[in-house]
T-cell receptor
Framework: DAGVIQSPRHEVTEMGQEVTLRCKPISGHDYLFWYRQTMMRGLELLIYFNNNVPIDDSGMPEDRFSAKMPNASFSTLKIQPSEPRDSAVYFC???????????FGPGTRLTVL | GIQVEQSPPDLILQEGANSTLRCNFSDSVNNLQWFHQNPWGQLINLFYIPSGTKQNGRLSATTVATERYSLLYISSSQTTDSGVYFCAGPYGQNFVFGPGTRLSVLP
């Protein structure tokens, strides 16, 4: 298995633009997580899905952030409009049902100018 | 929710030295992971260790769930071990990450 796949790996955009981050979980995994990592706040959970259904989005910073999982092999995290304070590394992770071990993708480094 | 503490926050070693990193939890641990974030930012799974001891090469980990802590041992450290080591514990279906231990191994 290729592991968790994220794209793009790097994104530079201007304030006010829409940003879409993509994630493909490990095949067969039932859970998908989106995290954000910053120097100030460390790693923090934004939202997670179980069987494509959002379960907990309490970590989503505000309405500018939205996430979808239209099928078991694809999820998106969208920021609209983006702001400089959204600059961070965004990680996607997945895990199976039986074992609570998470596997992380390589991350997307987002810079909002 | 569960609180996770890690110590030391920073550690500098000479290549070849051994080290022990500690992770404390505020509540009972049902399952725990150790990760290494390398200088390129990748989060690499080291151990999934709800309890007991596991070893993988120069690394080993021990979790004492009843006492709410876990230890990561690095023996004969190498420069490639540099990076940040995170432990993560359960909070519902998610993991809460500790603040990390930043390790620098000098040649």
């Amino acid at each position: 298995d290729a592991g968790v796949i994220q794209s793009p790996r790097h994104e530079v955009t201007e304030m006010g633009q829409e940003v879409t981050l993509r994630c493909k979980p490990i095949s067969g995994h039932d859970y998908l997580f989106w995290y954000r990592q910053t120097m100030m706040r460390g790693l923090e959970l934004l939202i997670y899905f179980n069987n494509n259904v959002p379960i907990d989005d309490s970590g989503m910073p505000e309405d500018r952030f939205s996430a979808k999982m239209p099928n078991a092999s694809f999820s998106t995290l969208k920021i609209q409009p983006s702001e400089p304070r959204d600059s961070a590394v965004y990680f996607c992770a997945s895990r199976g049902l039986a074992v609570n071990e998470q596997f992380f993708g390589p991350g997307t480094r987002l810079t909002v100018l | 929710g569960i609180q996770v503490e890690q110590s030391p926050p920073d550690l500098i070693l000479q290549e070849g030295a051994n080290s022990t990193l500690r992770c404390n939890f505020s509540d009972s641990v049902n399952n725990l992971q150790w990760f290494h974030q390398n200088p390129w930012g990748q989060l690499i799974n080291l151990f999934y260790i709800p309890s007991g001891t596991k070893q993988n090469g120069r690394l080993s980990a021990t979790t004492v769930a009843t006492e709410r802590y876990s230890l990561l041992y690095i023996s004969s450290s190498q420069t490639t071990d540099s990076g940040v080591y995170f432990c993560a514990g359960p909070y519902g279906q998610n993991f809460v990450f500790g603040p990390g231990t930043r390790l620098s191994v000098l040649p």
